[in-house]
């Protein structure tokens, strides 16, 4: 299996910071890459797909970027309705897989 | 708008088997655009990938779970289901439904989760 390591686990940060979370992939998966916002107590809702492609109807302060092992997923301005798990996800060989997911809070 | 829902026993008794129902509306489970994939999270855990569907009956299942999972499709009725027999607390989770597209491989839609405990 191809296994994701996103950092950092958790990240406090200020409304209207620029926030970075990086997500790594145990060996190449081009641009087979997916970011998800999960809210507590709410199902993932898909942000970016292909690494860099924003999903329809998500505003564009989410961005994505990166091929090969490296990702980059960033919020140009922390928004407090952002505060939420943020995970990548691999579709290059099955079995899918998830990071583990990076706990976004407001300072 | 496409929706997707789950249903299902909420406690399961160890060694028993896990049975949920995703039922699908506003869009057919027969379009040949999508996989009908099952994703479960443990309380207070990440997301683990168990595995999908395809509206011919062609499945692909998490080799880590792959010897207790079954999952199957009803097109007349519009749902997708999933059984994980011999389970455990360690299959305690929330259990969602997701749609698949096979062009571009992005779960879109999802189910709002269904918590399923494991215990006696």
């Known amino acids: 299996d191809i296994q994701m390591t996103q950092s950092p686990s958790s990240l406090s940060a200020s409304v209207g910071d620029r926030v970075t979370i990086t997500c790594q992939a145990s060996q190449d998966i081009s641009n087979y890459l997916n970011w998800y916002q999960q809210k507590p107590g709410k199902a993932p809702k898909l942000l970016i797909y292909d690494a860099s492609n924003l999903e329809t109807g998500v505003p564009s302060r989410f961005s994505g970027s990166g091929s090969g092992t490296d990702f980059t997923f960033t919020i140009s301005s922390l928004q407090p309705e952002d505060i939420a798990t943020y995970y990548c996800q691999q579709y290059d060989n099955l079995p899918w897989t998830f990071g583990q997911g990076t706990r976004l809070e407001i300072k | 708008q496409v929706q997707l829902q789950e249903s299902g026993p909420g406690l399961v008794k160890p060694s028993q088997t896990l049975s949920l129902t995703c039922t699908v509306s506003g869009g057919s489970i027969s379009s040949g655009d999508y996989y009908w994939s099952w994703i479960r999270q443990p309380p207070g855990k990440g997301l683990e990938w168990i595995g999908y569907i395809y509206y011919s009956g062609s499945t692909y299942y998490n080799p880590s779970l792959k010897s207790r999972v079954t999952i199957s499709v009803d097109t007349s009725k519009n749902q997708f289901s999933l059984k994980l027999s011999s389970v455990t607390a360690a299959d305690t989770a929330v259990y969602y439904c997701?749609?698949?597209?096979?062009?571009?491989?992005?779960?879109?839609?999802w189910g709002q989760g269904t918590l399923v405990t494991v215990s006696s």
């Open positions: 997701a749609r698949e597209g096979r062009g571009l491989r992005k779960w879109d839609y």
